[in-house]
């Protein structure tokens, strides 16, 4: 990826025009101290990692440490702006569902297509390259924008880690029939993270190295390769009808509608990387058109693809034969064409490895956005003059994700991706009713008492519903009251006025749209499995102690003092 460089001039007077770019000095003083900077990229102070007043020295740390309570309270609150966003910060799986796994795609896809509708307004009226993190740090404050970035970040290691460990699967699948060839297996940790995977970290070390240096493909190459990858999955699809066997289909629901809604939210990280798209939104020339057509339309073709190969694997072999690692490629050996598998394994190959350089990409975009604001050291969101990447950024992202794809397997990391993700898309959905009912010094007190009611409600009611589900309670008592709960608010915020109109593209159906985002979304996380959270929460503990002990504080001199400019 490469992060224009061009110079952005503030608006403060028409004779104090300045010109900044992202490798500019991250706390400049001085002339001399402009042109150290731009000389020596690779440099590692403390004032390029804190340059804040609060971690100066000891004394000062202490001191802000002591008005930790006060300057949580401050950010929590703080909103970021439109314009800040936009101008401002420039400057600076199968075994859980059997056949019917077509209908966990189904349904995983139904939860995304509501999610990109909330996506696709914000980006178009805030097309910044901060993405989910931008957004919410609009609406919802900057606190629970750092919980988005965390688990932005996470989902990054996650993702791409995951995706490495694919590719050492099919890789393996090319010369054995154990995708496990290349593994090394360790009797002494613990299931799950038993298996190092050597293939898979220097795997994400090449795709980092490309998107570091900028390299990309030519326009003509791209559509070359991607008009390949498309015959190959056309081919999958009809061979698969074609040699299928529906006998294989049954028993069609053989761990019933609790193994389809879990499965769904496992497999939802299938769907996970739109937000990439969200966040090229300020490089389109015309948002209003591209990105709402790019993103609901690529995510309706990509919904009914994925149904498709997903009921044309267990037409061609039993869902219990199927290789979690390496389905396709497998499959089609089993079926007697070797020599598919070859032709698949390559295509799974070149798509896993320019889907790591893109994440690659993009989440340097997301990541460089999070250092802007200083919620993660500013020395992050430093541009490589030659390059015009953010390297740093990148090395973040790509010495994690190895070291999760080294121990980790791919079921642990789905079902943390999954959750993750989910997470980030709820909160999404909420900061968009925010949008469209809340405009601070505008709404009136009365009617942002009686949208937040019906906020708690249709949330309160998504809780219950989930929570009956998890339990395995039967009855239709409990579901009913929780669904009267949830159509009850949402008709309820549906008479509220709105407070702000979007100014060349909305949501259809607001509130209904959101609120059915924060409802599939929800439910698909309580189909996950325990330790899903138990890692989840782990991660997200690690998150809120380091937020206490540093976020908010670099954020609360940030927003107060403007001490750094990146």
Request: with cysteine; net charge positive.
């Amino acid at each position: 990826m490469r992060i224009s460089s061009q110079r952005i001039t503030e608006s403060k007077s028409d004779s104090e025009n300045q010109q900044i770019s992202l490798y500019t000095p991250l706390n400049p003083t001085n002339d001399h101290q402009q042109e150290e900077t731009n000389s020596s990229y690779w440099r590692f102070t403390k004032n390029d990692f804190f340059p804040e007043p609060s971690f100066q020295t000891f004394t000062s740390y202490t001191s802000a440490l002591s008005h930790t309570l006060y300057r949580f309270r401050d950010r929590f609150f703080g909103r970021s702006s439109d314009v800040n966003e936009l101008i401002e910060l420039k400057k600076q799986t199968r075994d859980d569902a059997g056949p019917a796994i077509v209908l966990s795609y189904a349904v995983s896809g139904l939860s995304a297509l509501f999610s990109v509708f909330c996506y696709t307004e914000f980006a178009v009226e805030i097309p910044v390259a901060g993405g989910s993190f931008s957004y919410l740090r609009v609406e919802l404050g900057d606190f629970v924008a750092f919980i988005a970035a965390g688990n932005l970040i996470l989902e990054a290691v996650v993702g791409t880690a995951g995706l490495a460990r694919s590719f050492s699967s099919y890789l393996a699948s090319m010369f054995s029939s154990n995708p496990d060839l290349f593994r090394i297996q360790v009797d002494s940790f613990a299931e799950g993270f038993n298996l190092l995977d050597p293939v898979a970290v220097l795997i994400l070390y090449i795709a980092s190295m490309v998107a570091m240096r900028g390299t990309k493909l030519t326009s003509f190459s791209n559509m070359i390769l991607s008009i390949i990858s498309s015959l190959v999955i056309i081919f999958i699809i009809v061979v698969g009808f074609i040699h299928g066997n529906t006998s294989n289909l049954e028993p069609f629901f053989p761990y019933g509608a609790e193994g389809v809604f879990k499965a769904a939210a496992v497999v939802y990280w299938s769907y996970a990387g739109f937000d990439l798209v969200a966040n090229m939104a300020e490089e389109t020339r015309n948002p209003a058109r591209d990105i709402p057509l790019g993103l609901v339309g690529s995510m309706s073709l990509i919904s009914a693809v994925y149904c498709l190969m997903a009921l044309a694997l267990p037409m061609m072999v039993k869902y219990t034969e199927i290789d979690r690692d390496a389905a396709f490629s497998v499959a089609f050996e089993k079926i007697g064409m070797k020599w598919a598998k070859y032709v698949v394994s390559l295509c799974a190959l070149k798509g896993m490895f320019t889907c790591m350089m893109i994440t690659s990409m993009g989440q340097a975009r997301y990541t460089t956005q999070i250092a802007r604001s200083h919620m993660i050291p500013p020395w992050f969101a430093l541009v490589h003059p030659k390059t015009g990447t953010p390297i740093y950024a990148t090395l973040l992202v790509t010495i994690t994700s190895c070291t999760v794809a080294l121990f980790s397997s791919l079921d642990v990391l789905s079902s943390l991706l999954s959750l993750s993700t989910l997470f980030i898309f709820i909160l999404m959905a909420i900061a968009l009713l925010v949008r469209r009912y809340y405009v601070k010094d505008t709404t009136s007190k009365y009617d942002m008492t009686k949208f937040m009611a019906c906020l708690f409600v249709i949330i309160g009611s998504c809780i219950g519903l989930t929570a009956l589900w998890g339990a395995k309670r039967k009855g239709w008592i409990g579901y009913v009251a929780a669904g009267g709960l949830f159509f009850a608010g949402t008709i309820g915020m549906a008479l509220l006025p709105k407070q702000r109109v979007p100014k060349k593209w909305g949501v259809p159906l607001v509130p209904w749209f959101p609120a059915l985002s924060i409802l599939m979304n929800m439910f698909l996380i309580g189909s996950l499995g325990s330790m899903a959270f138990v890692r989840f929460f782990i991660c997200s503990g690690a998150m809120l102690v380091y937020y206490l002990l540093i976020g908010v504080h670099a954020t609360y001199d940030f927003a107060h003092q403007g001490s750094a400019k990146t």
